[in-house]
């Protein structure tokens, strides 16, 4: 099967950064869509940023030109880079990520979640 590790997140500042990590692991044939997205309490979960295997980035306007997405194709990981942080950054935030993997004899494509990492932004 296929896991997915989160890390970092925590307490930050307004003003300041924080540095979320994600590596999927498992029985992968490759890799698509890697990305992030966040939910905060009575909201839906919403898409902060994401990535394709060619390097294409995608962002949600709240987010563009401070937070930005990146990944290591090798080791099958994406991170998120959150400066300027604001307290409506609040949030738990999800790694996700498209991919293909081995099932047996097969190769099925799936979308996988994260177990969630929560980021708090507060003085």
């Known amino acids: 099967q296929v896991h997915l590790v989160e890390s970092g997140g925590g307490l930050g500042q307004p003003g300041g950064s924080l540095r979320l990590s994600c590596v999927a692991s498992?029985?992968?044939?490759?890799?698509?869509?890697m990305g992030w997205y966040r939910q905060s309490p009575g909201r839906q979960r919403e898409l902060v940023a994401d990535?394709?295997?060619?390097?294409?980035?995608n962002y949600a306007d709240s987010v563009k030109g401070r937070f930005t997405v990146s990944r290591d194709n090798a080791k099958n990981t994406v991170h998120l880079q959150m400066d300027s942080l604001r307290p409506e950054d609040t949030a738990v935030y999800y790694c996700?990520?498209?991919?293909?993997?081995?099932?047996?004899?097969?190769?099925?494509?799936?979308?996988?979640w994260g177990q969630g990492t929560q980021v708090t932004v507060s003085s």
């Open positions: 996700r990520t498209e991919l293909t993997y081995y099932s047996g004899r097969y190769l099925k494509d799936q979308g996988f």
């Open positions: 498992g029985s992968i044939f490759s890799v698509n869509v």
């Open positions: 990535i394709s295997s060619g390097g294409s980035t």
